[in-house]
């Protein structure tokens, strides 16, 4: 298919400020989730790798295994079958280490994208106010001034070094960095790193990235002490020279601190520097929120907005407040936590919109007044209509009762059929591994 002239200048236009930021954190995110959808395919292949080696190294000691004269059960290695038992042993040893060492891979690449999505925030932060160039210290000779054409590829070299030199820092450094340029960009004290309980997840991880790369994953003094310094949990049963490891339920916390700060950091430097793009900012961080609902991650959706209604203290219209509101009373509800999610509806007033009135009532469980509602609502309603019915995860648990596909039929002429997302591949493996340890 041949792309028409206005297919091509939408995508090369240049992006808006705001969407240099939703751009980042939406590539951020998908780049992250790759990487926790992708783990549990590369430890089932390792596991079977490794049981495979395993399997043929207890039938090569089954044939050579016999019995003395006591019973005693005695395994030889015939000569000539040396090489066949060192090959196999090697290929049991290479399994086994990759178990070790390929989990580590992801940790090591968790952390090189938040480093590359730091450097694209931190450049949109730049064209959004070009102002921020003018507080950057760099020393140039008249020679190599006159080696630019022009003044603006000086200053995009300049920038471009800035966001090296950041990138060079610890992450709990670039965080006081960006405090400190932001706080004598905007005149006023700005902080970061306060209010912020996941920061030490967010420093261990990094930490324990530096040593995969330099250590071979051998704790050091220094990860100790950067630990301690940040009150990382546990530290205290660390000693010099442990090996470290990634197991599945490790990279959970490490893959949800990473996104909780990236998510973070991205609407606070949003909401500070284009307050007039609020309502955008606010709906880029519903649909982060409404993706984790949707995809079974309900206690990151319960910190993400426990942040837009009790952190953010402005928002682009109040409708979207409201909304926040109601999908954390939802996090809640799809936790089995009903009574926080009813009082986290009760302390609202939700009299207004038939939308509002409809999700309090399915969250109440009053599904006689839900149907009245929807009924009320009818079938070509702007905001709720049949997709929105068969896949919105508020209306997860109401779906399954008579009321809800009794209703449904009656406003689409049509029975209702399940449409439930498949859980994700990270999301159902890590639901294996804790149903395994319960059992």
């Not at 044939?63 to 015939?78: A, H, R």
Request: hydrophobic fraction near 40%.
């Amino acid at each position: 298919m041949i792309e028409d002239n206005k297919g091509i200048e939408n995508r090369f236009r240049k992006l808006e400020d705001f969407e240099l930021l939703e751009t980042a954190i939406d590539s951020y995110i998908l780049e992250i989730e790759s990487l926790a959808e992708t783990l549990p395919l590369v430890i089932s292949l390792i596991a079977m790798k490794q049981r495979d080696e395993n399997n043929k190294m207890k039938k090569f000691i089954k044939s050579n295994t016999t019995e003395n004269d006591t019973g005693e059960k005695q395994f030889k290695i015939p000569i000539n079958q040396f090489n066949q038992f060192n090959r196999l042993d090697t290929d049991c040893n290479i399994a086994t280490a990759a178990m070790n060492i390929l989990p580590r891979t992801f940790v090591v690449a968790l952390v090189s994208q938040y480093d590359a999505y730091l450097g694209n925030l931190y450049r949109a932060l730049f064209n959004i106010k070009p102002q921020l160039a003018y507080s950057l210290e760099k020393e140039f000779s008249f020679q190599e001034i006159l080696k630019y054409k022009d003044i603006d590829k000086l200053i995009y070299e300049v920038i471009e070094k800035d966001i090296e030199n950041l990138l060079r820092a610890s992450h709990f450094e670039q965080l006081k960095v960006l405090e400190r340029k932001i706080s004598k960009s905007i005149g006023k004290e700005f902080t970061l790193t306060t209010n912020l309980p996941i920061l030490s997840t967010f420093i261990e991880v990094a930490e324990r990235r530096n040593l995969f790369v330099h250590c071979n994953g051998l704790v050091s003094q220094q990860y100790i002490e950067n630990c301690k310094k940040h009150k990382v949990i546990n530290i205290e049963n660390v000693n010099i020279s442990d090996e470290l490891i990634v197991d599945p339920i490790y990279f959970e916390n490490a893959y949800k601190a990473y996104l909780e700060i990236g998510v973070k950091l991205n609407q606070v430097l949003w909401r500070k520097f284009l307050p007039s793009r609020l309502i955008e900012a606010d709906k880029n961080l519903n649909n982060i929120a409404y993706d984790l609902l949707y995809n079974g991650y309900y206690d990151m959706a319960q910190i993400l907005l426990n942040f837009a209604t009790e952190e953010i203290s402005k928002y682009g219209n109040q409708e979207m407040r409201k909304i926040f509101v109601i999908n954390k009373a939802l996090a809640f509800y799809l936790s089995n936590d009903k009574i926080t999610a009813n009082n986290i509806i009760d302390a609202e007033d939700f009299s207004i919109g038939n939308e509002f009135k409809l999700a309090v009532c399915v969250l109440k469980e009053n599904f006689e007044e839900a149907k009245k509602i929807m009924i009320k609502i009818g079938p070509k309603d702007e905001l709720i209509g049949q997709e929105e019915y068969q896949e919105w995860p508020l209306f997860k648990v109401f779906r399954e009762t008579d009321i809800f596909k009794e209703t449904f039929r009656i406003l689409f002429k049509e029975d209702f059929i399940i449409r439930e997302a498949p859980k994700k591949a990270f999301h159902s493996f890590l639901e294996t591994i804790r149903s395994k340890k319960k059992d």
